[in-house]
C-alpha cells in the first residue's frame, strides 16, 4: 500500500479519491466538492490516499483550524472491497505520522455520531482502536439532526489539547465555519 498527501488541489488525485468518497458519504451529508475546493483555496485542508496497485482504496479529508496543533479528521473512508484488513488503520496512522513530520499537529480530533446504534458503535471502537478518547459530551448542531461526540488523539505528551468536549468543538466548530464560508 501507498500513501499520497496533498495540499494543493489536484484534479486528477481528486477524482480517483473521490470513487471512495462516494461510495462512502454520497447522500449522507457529504461536502459538496464545490466546498472542497474552497477548502484547498485558503490552505485548511488536506486530502491523504492509499493506494493498491495504482487505485484509490481509501482516502481522507482532513483540515486545521487558524494557527492550530490539532488536525481535524474530517472524512475518512475505505472501499468496501477492502474494508476489514486493517487499511482504515493503516491509513490514521499514516496520518498521525505524517502530522508530526515538521511538527506541523500534535494532536488529532474527529467528530463521531452519538447516536447508540450499532453502526455508530462500531465507529466509535475502530476510533478508540486507533487510540483515540471519546469525550462525553454530546453536541448538538443546529442544521444536522445527529448529535455528535468529540474523539481526540495526543500525538506527543506535550500537547495542550483540551480533554473537554466542549472545548474541542470549539476547534471543531472553527473548522467547520471556515470551511463553509467563502472566500
Request: net charge negative.
Amino acid at each position: 500500500m501507498e500513501f499520497k498527501t496533498i495540499e494543493e488541489w489536484d484534479e486528477k488525485l481528486w477524482k480517483q479519491a473521490k470513487v471512495v468518497y462516494d461510495q462512502a458519504f454520497a447522500g449522507k451529508g457529504a461536502k459538496p466538492e464545490k466546498v472542497i475546493r474552497n477548502m484547498f483555496q485558503k490552505g485548511i485542508c488536506q486530502l491523504h490516499i492509499a493506494f493498491i496497485k495504482d487505485e484509490a482504496a481509501a482516502m481522507a479529508l482532513t483540515g486545521n483550524g487558524e494557527g492550530s496543533c490539532v488536525l481535524l479528521i474530517d472524512y475518512l473512508a475505505v472501499l468496501e472491497t477492502c474494508q476489514q484488513k486493517g487499511m482504515g488503520r493503516d491509513l490514521v496512522e499514516y496520518i498521525a505520522a505524517w502530522s508530526l513530520d515538521g511538527n506541523k499537529y500534535d494532536s488529532m480530533l474527529i467528530e463521531v455520531e452519538a447516536e447508540d446504534t450499532p453502526e455508530n458503535n462500531a465507529r466509535i471502537h475502530f476510533w478508540e482502536k486507533c487510540g483515540f478518547t471519546i469525550t462525553e459530551y454530546v453536541h448538538q448542531y443546529i442544521w444536522v439532526p445527529e448529535p455528535y461526540r468529540a474523539m481526540f488523539r495526543k500525538l506527543v505528551t506535550a500537547s495542550e489539547l483540551p480533554e473537554s468536549g466542549e472545548e474541542l468543538f470549539k476547534y471543531i466548530n472553527q473548522f467547520h465555519n471556515q470551511s463553509f464560508k467563502g472566500k
